[in-house]
Nanobody, 124 residues
Framework: QVQLVESGGGSVQAGGSLRLSCAAS????????MGWFRQAPGKEREFVAN????????YYADSMKGRLAISRDNAKNLGYLQMNDLKPEDTAVYYC?????????????????WGQGTQVTVSS
């Protein structure tokens, strides 16, 4: 059982940056891939990025590629999502999640554990 807690969300103006964190406890986070998803009101949960268990590969949603950097520190059981040049359409609740799968895991069904989410609001 892995518990995940996101932090770092908030309100920023368009063009700003945020760094989200995902703190893991209670399980084998270091042997699982990690992903970030987002969900805006009235919309389905959407893939943002994922990273393999050892950090050797990263994957990004095309809509946000070039503005994101996903990373992890397995020694600290932490994952991160750096978001730059934020736009109002990036407003959503952002979730981190863990998966046993390797490679690009874009489907939410591929993830076993989820955090409670952190709100990101971008104003124009």
């Amino acid at each position: 059982q892995v518990q995940l807690v996101e932090s770092g969300g908030g309100s920023v103006q368009a063009g700003g940056s945020l760094r989200l964190s995902c703190a893991a406890s209670g399980g084998t986070f270091s042997r699982r891939g990690m992903g970030w998803f987002r969900q805006a009101p009235g919309k389905e949960r959407e893939f943002v990025a994922n990273i393999t268990w050892n950090g050797d590969r990263t994957y990004y949603a095309d809509s946000m590629k070039g503005r994101l950097a996903i990373s992890r520190d397995n020694a600290k059981n932490l994952g991160y999502l750096q978001m730059n040049d934020l736009k109002p359409e990036d407003t959503a609740v952002y979730y981190c999640a863990c998966t046993r799968q390797y490679g690009r895991v874009w489907n939410p069904d591929g993830y076993d554990y989820w955090g409670q989410g952190t709100q990101v609001t971008v104003s124009s």
